[in-house]
C-alpha cells in the first residue's frame, strides 16, 4: 500500500439494520492534505468518520487509516488520531481541566503540556465545572482536546459549530498551524463555506455516496463569476451566448450580465470592442453550486 | 503528568466521587439507625409477642421470625432487606450507566476515540463498579461493627464478616448483569429494565417461594437464596450461595467484554 495514503475507503458500505447509511464511499486524502468532507445533515459523514476510529465497522468495503484498517490499528493507530465529534457531549462534573488532563493520561500523558496554551488562545476557563459551561465552551473542550496531543490525523466533525466568528478564526488558525506541522485534516461540514478557507481538496457525500470529489480552486472556476458591464451604445445578446464558458446572459439595454466560467480572454475581447463604461466580476458563492446538488434526491431521516 | 496504570478507572472514581460519597455514609447512618433500636425493641418480650400476632406467612417472608436475637434481627433488617435493596439500587443503576448510559448520552464517545482498548475499557469500568460496591458493603459493616461492639450485642463478627462477603458479592451479581446486558446492547434501558426484573423474581422466589406448596426450588435459584440462606450471621459461612453469586460475576464479566468489543458504539 501507498505510504503517502493518510486514509482511503473504497466501496465503503455501512448498513443499520435495513438502513443504507454508506452505499459505497470511495475516497483518498494524502499526508499533509486538508480535505473538506461537505453533505447535508444526514449524509453520511459521521458515519464514515466513526468508522475512521473504529467506533462502526463497516458492513462491506475497504478502509484503511495509514495503511492499517482501524480495527487492526487499534489503539496505537488511535494515538496518532485526534478527534471532535459531531455531537460532543462532555461527562459534566469535573472541571474542564480535569477533564482534558483525564484524556491526556488515557493517550499515556501525551499532549498534557499543551492543555493550558489551547485553553489559553480560545480563553477557555478550565476550572469551571464542565456542566455550567455554556455550548461554545464545551465545543472548546473538544477542540483542545482533539489538538493537544499534535495528532498526525486530525479528524473534525462539523468542527465550528458552536464557537462564534471570532473563535472559528481561531480554530482556523490552529488547524493551519497543524497543518504547517505535517498533520493531515480531515474536517466535515454541512456548509461549504466552513472549509473553504483552509480545504485543499473537497469531497461532497450525498445518500451515502460521493458525489463530487475535486480541488477548491476546480470548484471555484466551476462556480464561476458573475460578470456585468455597461456598455455606451445597447448591445447585440447573440454576441456574448455564443461565447464559449458563458452562459446565463442577461441583456437589460446597456447593460449585460452573464456567468463566467472558465478563462475570461474571450468574453474581454467581445466587450472590448465596445465602449465600456464599466464593468465588475464577482465569484460566485460556492453554496449556490451545493446547494443544487443537495436539492436533487430524498435523503434518509434516520442516517446519522 | 505521570502515566497511570489505569487511567480508565481512576477516571470514572473521579467522576463518581461525590455521589459514592453521599451513598456510603447513608448507608452507613441507616444501618446504624437500624441496629441501635434493637435494644429497644427486638431484645424485649413486647415485641417477640407482636411478631408472634402476626400472620406467619408475613413475618417468615420479612424474617422477622428470628428477629428476637440480636444476629436474627441484624441479619433480617440492615442485611436482609435495607442493606441488598440499597445495594442493588445503586449497583443496577451503576452497572447500567458506566458503559450503555454514557454510551447512549454520548459522554463516552472521546474514551472510546482514545487509545484504550475496548477490552480494556470495559475492564476497568467493570472495576469501578466493583470498588463502589466494596466501599458501599464496608460501610454497612463499619456500622455494624460499631453498634454491636458499642452496645455489646450478641453478634459473631467472623459471621458479620461472612454475611458481608455475601451481600457485596449479591450486589455486584446484579450489577455485573446489570453492565453485560448495557454493554451487549448499548441500552440502559434494557440494562435496567432486565436487571430489575431478574431481581424482582428473585426477592419473590425468595420470599414466597418456601412458603408455597413444592415452591422451595425457587429460594434454591434465586440469588436471595444463594446470599441469605443458611442465615449467615447466625450460622456462618455459606460457601455454597458464595460461590452461585460468584460464578454470576465470572459469567457476566467476559461477556460484556466480548459483546462489547465487537460491536457498532455509539449508534
Redo the contacts between chains.
Sequence with gaps: MSSELALSAEELVKNYGKTRALMGVTLEVERGEVFGFIGPNGAGKSTTIRILLDLLRPTSGRVEVFGQTPRKGGPALRSRMGYLPGELVLPGKRRAGEYLAHLAKLRGGAGADRIEPIAKRFGLDLNKHIKSLSKGNKQKVGVVQALMHRPELLILDEPTSGLDPLLQQVFLDMVREAKAEGATIFMSSHVLSEVEEIAGRVGIIRSGRMVDIAEIGELRRRAGQMVEFRFATPVAKEEFTRLDGVSEVVVTDHRVTCLLQGEPNALLKTAARHHVLGWSAQNRDLEELFLDLYRTEEVPSDVR | ????AM??L??VL???R?SVMAWSVALFAVSAFYISFYPAMGGTTAMQDLIDSMPSGMTKALGYDRIGTAAGYIGATVYGLLGPILMLVFGITTGAQLIAG?EE???L?????????RMRLVGERWLAVAIDLFVLAVSVALASVVLVVGLDLDVNLVNLLAITVGLLLFALAFASVAFAIGAATGSRTAALGGTTALAAMAYLGHAVGPQMEGGAWMDKISPFGWYLGGDPLVNGWNMGGLVLLGAVVVISVPLALLTFANR????
Design positions: 503528568m505521570s502515566v497511570e487511567p480508565v481512576t477516571g473521579k467522576e463518581q461525590r454514557e448520552a454520548g459522554s464517545e472521546l474514551e472510546l476515540a482514545a487509545p484504550v482498548d457498532d458504539l455509539g449508534t
